[in-house]
């Protein structure tokens, strides 16, 4: 626990940090930093916003991730998922309002990491994962489509459907130049890695597509064409003007972005986990990701998270410290320093291929596909936060899948919560354990219950209903066995007190509480429940509670 808030960098170096780890750390963050490179200006323009962003998010937001994170090998970066959150904030808000998100975004991260809830966000359900990764993977392919063919269009509608029926309706002006550089990038990323591991196939189709427009003067689309020149630096920080009626407009979508690069940052530290076998910090990694979008924001960058495939690209190569990730952040740095003024003339179609290749990654359809196989409520999830993200909006597509997925879960809580009678062997018990009721002799006038799984409030009325029921046969004593209760909630304890002070007021039956576990227990004797039913009416296992039973039938 003491180490809970430590950067793992400071660990190592204290720990001592091997000299022949250098290198492959030097290594990985060179090729990883080339990797990012393409993906970094893509994602950007995916964005909305200028390509400049993307690289100054990379390595800022990168650079702080690694020197602060709670991984060692995780890599800190655009990914994917954002396109789609960051596309509707800038459509609506503009770029300054995108940096308000992000800048408030980065507190809620770091609110979230001191509140401990690393742990807790890694229970978000996989149906809702996949659901909403799917449809962002569904929605980045098709804002692709324009670029990817060189439709002739001035705008692109942001609907889903609008979209595509524009679309359909501007066929007629494909640019095969276009199309055949879009194709060629798709065949290059996927397949050059038969010939070599060491350099990103997209960074070659990068290079080659330019060189063949530059050189055979094509008439496709470029960075220049649309965005001009890019700079080659990284701009003064700058802090965004913040007003509350600001706050209020952007408070959801920056919740968004929290809650997006939580999820996908702590799985990117999970992933990386097994494959290096090792155990991160998710409390530090949410401060450091806050960090990060902080001071991105601050620099003129976007929201930033842990980066998968970059994290495990990191791996492969070699990369088992944060300097890895650090060294990927100085590669962009000078890349944009001293080669970022050819970037301009990178054709948007090349683009367009790159990131159709990373839709495919993201889509997840194989378990798409397995999860609709599943369990109902899963396959619920699934498709309504699929078809959510993909017709109305990221946001609400979260909200309400994690909403959902709550219901679904405290109805299977629900059900698996029962009160049942144990006396007259009614119901077997497992024929091995050692306090099963039928191991005892229950007296004449007696009757044993036991209340099995969770007494939340989604179970609370069913139990309530339960004891009514029982009470209404007015047994001399009421033995409540609570030993299968593993929680207690605030309607939990106001039911079983209103029945249990119900009982008692008809002075028929009286009541014993027997087995309840330590946690459940502080929450009892917090209430009035103890002088209910009487201090010594607790018992703390069968035995006893048969034995305090004994005693008053003779009294």
Same mark, same amino acid.
Request: glycine residues 8%.
């Given at each position: 626990?003491?180490?809970?808030?430590?950067?793992?960098?400071?660990?190592?170096?204290?720990?001592?940090?091997?000299?022949?780890?250098?290198?492959?750390?030097?290594?990985?963050?060179?090729?990883?930093?080339?990797?990012?490179?393409?993906?970094?200006?893509?994602?950007?323009?995916?964005?909305?916003?200028?390509?400049?962003?993307?690289?100054?998010?990379?390595?800022?937001?990168?650079?702080?991730?690694?020197?602060?994170?709670?991984?060692?090998?995780?890599?800190?970066?655009?990914?994917?998922?954002?396109?789609?959150?960051?596309?509707?904030?800038?459509?609506?808000?503009?770029?300054?309002?995108?940096?308000?998100?992000?800048?408030?975004?980065?507190?809620?991260?770091?609110?979230?990491?001191?509140?401990?809830?690393?742990?807790?966000?890694?229970?978000?359900?996989?149906?809702?994962?996949?659901?909403?990764?799917?449809?962002?993977?569904?929605?980045?392919?098709?804002?692709?489509?324009?670029?990817?063919?060189?439709?002739?269009?001035?705008?692109?509608?942001?609907?889903?459907?609008?979209?595509?029926?524009?679309?359909?309706?501007?066929?007629?002006?494909?640019?095969?130049? @276009?199309?055949?550089?879009?194709?060629?990038?798709?065949?290059?990323?996927?397949?050059?890695?038969?010939?070599?591991?060491?350099?990103?196939?997209?960074?070659?189709?990068?290079?080659?597509?330019?060189?063949?427009?530059?050189?055979?003067?094509?008439?496709?689309?470029?960075?220049?064409?649309?965005?001009?020149?890019?700079?080659?630096?990284?701009?003064?920080?700058?802090?965004?003007?913040?007003?509350?009626?600001?706050?209020?407009?952007?408070?959801?979508?920056?919740?968004?972005? @929290?809650?997006?690069?939580?999820?996908?940052?702590?799985?990117?530290?999970?992933?990386?986990?097994?494959?290096?076998?090792?155990?991160?910090?998710?409390?530090?990694?949410?401060?450091?990701?806050?960090?990060?979008?902080?001071?991105?924001?601050?620099?003129?960058?976007?929201?930033?998270?842990?980066?998968?495939?970059?994290?495990?690209?990191?791996?492969?190569?070699?990369?088992?410290?944060?300097?890895?990730?650090?060294?990927?952040?100085?590669?962009?740095?000078?890349?944009?320093?001293?080669?970022?003024?050819?970037?301009?003339?990178?054709?948007?179609?090349?683009?367009?291929?790159?990131?159709?290749?990373?839709?495919?990654?993201?889509?997840?359809?194989?378990?798409?596909?397995?999860?609709?196989?599943?369990?109902?409520?899963?396959?619920?999830?699934?498709?309504?936060?699929?078809?959510?993200?993909?017709?109305?909006?990221?946001?609400?597509?979260?909200?309400?899948?994690?909403?959902?997925?709550?219901?679904?879960?405290?109805?299977?809580?629900?059900?698996?919560?029962?009160?049942?009678?144990?006396?007259?062997?009614?119901?077997?018990?497992?024929?091995?354990?050692?306090?099963?009721?039928?191991?005892?002799?229950?007296?004449?006038?007696?009757?044993?219950?036991?209340?099995?799984?969770?007494?939340?409030?989604?179970?609370?009325?069913?139990?309530?209903?339960?004891?009514?029921?029982?009470?209404?046969?007015?047994?001399?004593?009421?033995?409540?066995?609570?030993?299968?209760?593993?929680?207690?909630?605030?309607?939990?304890?106001?039911?079983?007190?209103?029945?249990?002070?119900?009982?008692?007021?008809?002075?028929?039956?009286?009541?014993?509480?027997?087995?309840?576990?330590?946690?459940?227990?502080?929450?009892?004797?917090?209430?009035?429940?103890?002088?209910?039913?009487?201090?010594?009416?607790?018992?703390?296992?069968?035995?006893?509670?048969?034995?305090?039973?004994?005693?008053?039938?003779?009294?």
């Amino acid at each position: 626990m003491k180490h809970t808030f430590r950067p793992k960098l400071f660990s190592i170096l204290q720990e001592g940090y091997p000299k022949q780890q250098l290198l492959p750390d030097i290594s990985a963050g060179v090729i990883v930093g080339i990797v990012a490179l393409p993906l970094a200006i893509a994602f950007a323009i995916a964005s909305g916003v200028a390509p400049e962003k993307g690289l100054i998010t990379a390595i800022v937001a990168g650079f702080i991730i690694s020197v602060f994170g709670g991984s060692r090998v995780q890599i800190g970066g655009l990914t994917g998922a954002f396109i789609v959150i960051v596309y509707g904030i800038v459509e609506q808000y503009g770029v300054a309002g995108l940096t308000i998100a992000t800048f408030l975004a980065g507190f809620m991260l770091i609110v979230m990491g001191l509140a401990r809830l690393g742990a807790v966000i890694q229970f978000i359900p996989h149906s809702l994962t996949v659901g909403f990764t799917s449809g962002i993977a569904l929605i980045i392919f098709s804002s692709q489509i324009k670029d990817f063919l060189g439709l002739e269009m001035d705008t692109v509608p942001s609907e889903f459907l609008e979209k595509w029926r524009f679309y359909l309706s501007n066929l007629d002006s494909i640019n095969p130049y @276009a199309t055949a550089i879009a194709i060629g990038t798709i065949l290059i990323t996927l397949y050059f890695s038969k010939i070599t591991t060491k350099v990103p196939g997209s960074l070659v189709a990068i290079v080659l597509s330019t060189l063949v427009v530059q050189l055979a003067h094509l008439p496709v689309e470029t960075i220049a064409s649309r965005f001009g020149n890019i700079p080659s630096g990284i701009p003064a920080p700058t802090v965004p003007a913040i007003d509350f009626a600001t706050v209020k407009n952007l408070i959801e979508p920056a919740f968004t972005i @929290a809650l997006l690069g939580a999820i996908e940052s702590l799985l990117s530290a999970v992933v990386a986990d097994g494959m290096i076998g090792g155990n991160h910090r998710s409390n530090q990694e949410l401060v450091a990701q806050g960090t990060a979008n902080i001071a991105s924001s601050l620099f003129g960058g976007i929201p930033a998270t842990g980066a998968i495939a970059r994290t495990a690209t990191n791996i492969k190569n070699g990369g088992r410290s944060p300097v890895a990730g650090i060294i990927h952040a100085i590669t962009l740095l000078l890349i944009m320093l001293f080669v970022g003024k050819w970037a301009k003339l990178i054709p948007l179609s090349c683009l367009a291929g790159i990131l159709v290749v990373v839709a495919y990654n993201m889509s997840e359809w194989r378990s798409f596909a397995a999860i609709l196989k599943g369990p109902g409520a899963d396959v619920l999830v699934l498709l309504a936060t699929f078809l959510l993200t993909v017709l109305v909006d990221l946001t609400v597509a979260i909200e309400i899948g994690m909403v959902l997925a709550a219901f679904l879960f405290m109805r299977r809580m629900a059900q698996i919560s029962n009160v049942k009678v144990i006396t007259n062997q009614l119901l077997q018990e497992e024929l091995d354990d050692p306090e099963a009721t039928d191991k005892f002799i229950i007296p004449k006038g007696v009757e044993v219950y036991e209340v099995n799984g969770p007494l939340f409030f989604g179970a609370a009325h069913n139990f309530k209903e339960s004891l009514n029921i029982i009470g209404k046969k007015s047994p001399q004593i009421l033995i409540i066995r609570m030993r299968q209760v593993p929680i207690i909630d605030a309607t939990g304890l106001h039911n079983l007190k209103e029945v249990l002070k119900r009982l008692a007021s008809s002075g028929k039956t009286k009541i014993i509480l027997s087995g309840i576990q330590a946690d459940v227990y502080e929450e009892i004797i917090k209430t009035d429940i103890p002088s209910i039913i009487g201090d010594s009416n607790i018992s703390a296992n069968i035995q006893e509670a048969l034995a305090r039973a004994k005693d008053l039938l003779e009294s």
